[in-house]
């Protein structure tokens, strides 16, 4: 299964994986071995309703067997019945079907049990047609069983380590054609007006993976050896289909070298349906497409769906050959996959471009790690499956497996995995497995690898710093691991290389950092003018590397491989001298690979001078589209400039050969907040475009640019019968523009996402989600809570806690805040009362000053008897102990008394 990845605002830190209630979840008990799944049933869809009858061909695992439970969630059951008639008593609850096969069956039996059934499903099986919004919306049925969503269109034993052959028999009106698993045995009509279609397949699968879909389509008919393959799409797209699918045999070709297992089906089909909830289902044999996937020429230029057609075509052997046992084990579906997009991408375009992915992929990586959870990429702690399939299993298991590749070596990976396919083939896997296999086929041992990659989350951030020796010619590197160490986060056991370049050599030494700080010296003959530590970018990690500026601008002209040179013109940012700003305007318009004029461009962004804008504005002229649209896009960074402003204004008005570069300058043009945004990007929203990625990029370009006046159209933007992705991107521009505000505008914007909750398109709804997230208003946690509660989408329930619990925490911090201002306000009246006081104690008169008494009168007789007086004093005095001084008093003087 290919993913689909909406935008997600980021939480306000890390967070756990596990929500609140989650619980460790176990493959479930096997009672019987199910061993062949025939299913007969009719389609209505205008009524969008399934009836038939289930056949389970299955024998008991212990002799004895009584009470059979099988998934069935909201269907209707007629009977059920063993194959030779007789009756079977059963209890339905809704979601489980519970039958009494009488406990007379001895191990390894086998016996057949007939299900006569309806259902009006909400899952598994969906339904599309025209509407008043969307009347060219075409017929279509399709299935989706991942994860464990087949339960929802027929009783099944619905795990993915249960494994049988399968059979359908599908009924569809006589217009429309539909395709299932394996081989097409035979049509036939058996009513009037309908045609069905019997499809077999005789390799034991996992009933998730048990496919059904049915439209009116064009057959494009294609053959890689002695391989039927065939690709079906609506009708007038057959030339889109060629551009989009016509590598498949190649890919079959590559695939069965590479894997060293041939393919191992009779025929490949690729099916293109609408309104489809992932990217692509690898359904055996028969994987269903995005219709979405179909782009025309001009869309070409840039742009491919190589990477999904190459995942789901290596799902055939990982996923379906081989199926995780269960989906905490989901990652030996997934990582394979996604890994054959690199191995494909390599193959076809060359390394530097299959490193840029690779590149792609730790980045989603690491922010989902650092902005939403951090998890082991093995863990059986979720509320359900589809929670699993994230960056963590798709993007790092790919990952996983090239640092595998690096870590055995090229023969010794590719045997391993062909030993790997053979002894499980047909069968379930856990990650032991594959180690197992691993070392079967190598003698080696790679438990620790798997335990610091797969059993522990996160990845090493390393601190590098490089130094030269002049007197002893010493090369010096020292490398710290400074992620935090505890019991989830490892140190990790890194090999890896550093090469450097003396003279016009690359001399490269492997290397092992295991430790938490590692030094390492190399002699060599002279001063090098490279120091590129782990060549090629193959380890999983976060860099900081300290070295002087002029390695890396000799990396940047002359490194080996693109992905290193790439690094350098990211590292070179941090300076901005006139030599740095030279080289990456080399880069930028000399060297052979995109990526590197694209990272040039973006560094030089950063730069900000005068002669790095000029650059840029120059570089609007290259030819090649990605990196043209890498200078767009830092172009957007300078704001407020007006000459960037000009430029890009040219641009969206002119337009450009490329889809993806004219939108790219709508949104940059909006972050410039020029006063021309605003004409210009309303133009721009007129005009139609693969994916509607201009009228996205438009929208978001109004939002960037702070136009408030544009709420009106995007508002009118995320209206059900606009094209979806353009509705997505409204919804999303509505809640930056309005984000952290509390006007009436903002209000406005939070009651319409709330509205949008429960729109029919998903991904729609799950914009919504992210939009009231992006608001961050604690008042959407209830419209959020009864979405929650109707939903059965597992992706949009999981994000809609994850968003509770932010903007609940968010709401507590909030009140904080305005406890912390009640207390400053109130502080603030204090000291406004007390200055009230002091101005009025300044404005009383000064008391007069009391003069002070006359000199005593040294002649001045003493009264009659104080002589007696005072020698009594003087006497008492001599005779008391001696006290201690007292303490002096200070007063506090008064306005206008003196000292």
């Known amino acids: ?170 009924t569809v009106p006589e217009s429309l054609f539909a395709l299932s698993n394996g081989v097409l045995v035979a049509t036939s009509q058996r009513t009037p007006g309908t045609k069905t279609f019997h499809w077999r397949f005789d390799v034991p699968h996992s009933c998730y993976l048990i496919s059904l879909a049915a439209g009116e389509f064009a057959e494009i008919r294609d053959r890689w050896e002695d391989v039927d393959v065939m690709y079906y799409v609506p009708h007038g797209q057959e030339e889109n289909a060629r551009r989009a699918m016509g590598r498949t045999p190649e890919m079959l070709a590559l695939f069965s070298d590479r894997f060293g297992v041939r393919y191992p089906y009779q025929k490949y089909a690729q099916i293109c349906v609408a309104e489809f909830i992932f990217g692509g289902m690898e359904n055996t044999t028969a994987t269903t497409l995005t219709d979405t996937c179909l782009f025309d020429e001009r869309a070409a230029r840039d742009y491919d769906v190589e990477a999904l057609v190459a995942h789901e075509l290596a799902h055939q052997w990982f996923g379906d050959l081989l199926t995780c046992r269960d989906w905490g084990q989901g990652w030996l579906n997934e990582g394979f996959a996604t890994y054959s997009e690199y191995i494909w991408r390599e193959h076809s375009k060359g390394r530097d471009e299959a ?19 951090r998890r082991p990429i093995v863990t059986n702690v979720f509320d359900e499956p589809i929670d699993l399939f994230d960056h963590h299993l798709y993007e790092k298991g790919g990952l996983v497996l090239h640092m595998l590749r690096r870590v055995l070596g090229e023969p010794s990976f590719w045997k391993s995995l062909g030993h790997y396919l053979r002894k499980h083939r047909t069968g379930s896997v856990e990650t032991r497995d594959l180690a197992r296999a691993i070392e079967d086929a190598t003698g080696r041992n790679v438990d620790w690898f798997f335990d610091q990659w797969v059993q522990k989350a996160g990845h090493p951030e390393l601190k590098v710093s490089y130094s030269w020796d002049a007197d002893a010619k010493l090369a010096r590197l020292t490398v710290k691991q400074a992620q935090k160490v505890d019991g989830d986060t490892p140190l990790f056991r890194l090999p890896t290389e550093i090469r450097f370049r003396v003279g016009d050599k690359n001399l490269t030494f492997p290397v092992e950092v295991q430790d938490s700080t590692e030094m390492f010296a190399f002699p060599l003959e002279s001063e090098p003018t490279q120091a590129v530590f782990d060549p090629g970018q193959h380890l999983l990690k976060s860099l900081e590397i300290d070295k002087p500026k002029n390695l890396w601008i000799e990396e940047l002209k002359s490194a080996t491989e693109g992905i290193d040179r790439v690094a350098a013109a990211k590292a070179l940012a941090k300076h901005g001298s006139p030599d740095v700003v030279s080289a990456l305007q080399a880069a930028l318009s000399k060297d052979e690979f995109w990526g590197v004029r694209a990272a040039a461009a973006e560094s030089l962004a950063q730069i900000r001078s005068t002669s790095a804008r000029d650059a840029l504005i120059d570089a609007l002229a290259t030819a090649h589209p990605k990196a043209r ?31 993806l570069v004219e939108a790219e300058a709508c949104l940059s043009l909006g972050k410039t907040r020029s006063a021309r945004a605003k004409d210009v990007l309303r133009v721009a929203l007129t005009r139609e475009s693969y994916l509607d990625v201009i009228r996205q990029h438009a929208y978001r ?62 991904r729609v709804q799950h914009a919504a989600v992210e939009g009231l997230a992006t608001l961050g208003d604690p008042r959407a946690i209830g419209a959020l809570r ?12 999981r994000r809609g806690r994850e968003v509770i619990r932010d903007l609940t925490e968010g709401r507590t911090r909030e009140e904080a805040v ?50 007696k007086k005072a020698a009594r004093a003087k006497k008492a005095t001599a005779l008391s102990p001696a006290r201690p001084p007292r303490r002096p008093i200070r007063k506090a003087l008064k306005p206008g008394r003196k000292k």
């Open 1 to 170: 299964m290919t993913r689909v990845f909406v935008r997600t605002s980021p939480a306000p830190m890390q967070r756990p994986f596990a929500l609140p209630g989650a619980r460790p979840r176990y493959a479930p008990d096997r009672l019987v071995d199910v061993e062949h799944i025939k299913l007969d049933v009719i389609l209505d869809l205008e009524k969008k309703r399934i009836d038939g009858s289930c056949t389970t061909t299955f024998s008991p695992i212990l002799e004895g067997a009584r009470w059979i439970k099988l998934d069935a969630v909201e269907m209707e059951i007629r009977a059920v019945r063993l194959e030779n008639g007789n009756s079977l008593e059963f209890s339905h609850d809704g979601s489980r079907l519970r039958f009494d096969i009488g406990g007379k069956y001895k191990a390894g039996e086998k016996l057949s049990v007939v299900i006569e059934y309806g259902a009006a499903p909400r899952r598994g099986l969906y339904f599309v047609g025209p509407d008043e919004a969307y009347p060219g919306r075409p017929c279509q049925v399709w299935s989706q069983g991942q994860d464990e969503d087949s339960r929802y269109w027929f009783p099944c034993f619905d795990a993915p380590h249960e494994k049988a052959t399968s059979e359908v028999l599908a």
């Open 629 to 659: 649209r890498a200078v767009v896009r830092a172009l957007g960074e300078l704001r407020q400039d007006e000459k960037v402003a000009e430029a890009l204004a040219r641009m969206v008005e002119n337009g450009d050969e490329s889809y």
């Open 818 to 867: 305005r406890t912390l201002h009640d207390d400053v306000e109130r502080l603030r009246q204090e000291i406004v009362t007390l200055r009230e006081r002091l101005t009025k104690l300044e404005a009383t008169p000064p008391t007069p000053p009391v003069p002070p008494p006359p000199p005593p009168d040294k002649a001045r007789a003493r009264p009659p008897g104080e002589k």
């Open 701 to 762: 370009g109004l939002a960037a640019a702070r136009d408030d006046s544009a709420m009106p159209i995007l508002l009118e933007g995320t209206r059900y019968g606009k094209v979806s992705h353009g509705r997505r991107a409204a919804i999303m521009a509505l809640a930056d523009l309005c984000s952290g505000r509390r006007d009436r505008e903002a209000q406005d914007v939070a009651d319409k996402l709330e509205e949008l909750l429960a729109d029919r398109d998903f």
């Open 786 to 797: 009864r979405m929650i509660e109707r939903e059965l989408e597992g992706r949009l329930k």
């Open 355 to 373: 490193a840029m992915e690779l590149a792609d992929w730790a980045e989603q990586y690491f922010s989902e790690d650092s902005r939403r959870y």
